[in-house]
């Protein structure tokens, strides 16, 4: 399941959140209530980043496409 980060735009709480489907959305902000909810850049990609190796230069890794340069880490 996808991990969201929204913002507040009211006091500018930033929160993640769990989409359990597609469409699934935040109502409004935990903090104050606010229904003015800002989508975020996910994080996921640096989260996965962070998780299969942080610093891959090129080729150093072990995904199979890093050594033809297609490396999603590096
Ligand atoms: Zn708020």
Redesign the pocket.
């Known amino acids: 399941m996808p991990i969201f980060e929204y913002s ?1 735009e ?2 500018g ?1 930033e929160f993640d959140f769990l989409a359990r489907t597609h469409a699934d959305k935040p109502q409004k ?1 935990p ?2 209530g ?1 229904a003015k909810l800002a989508k975020q850049l996910s994080s996921f990609a640096a989260t996965v980043k962070e998780s299969g190796g942080a610093s891959c230069s090129l080729g150093s890794c072990s995904t199979p496409t890093c050594a033809s340069g297609g490396c999603p880490f590096g």
């Open positions: 507040c009211k006091c709480h902000c903090e104050c606010g």
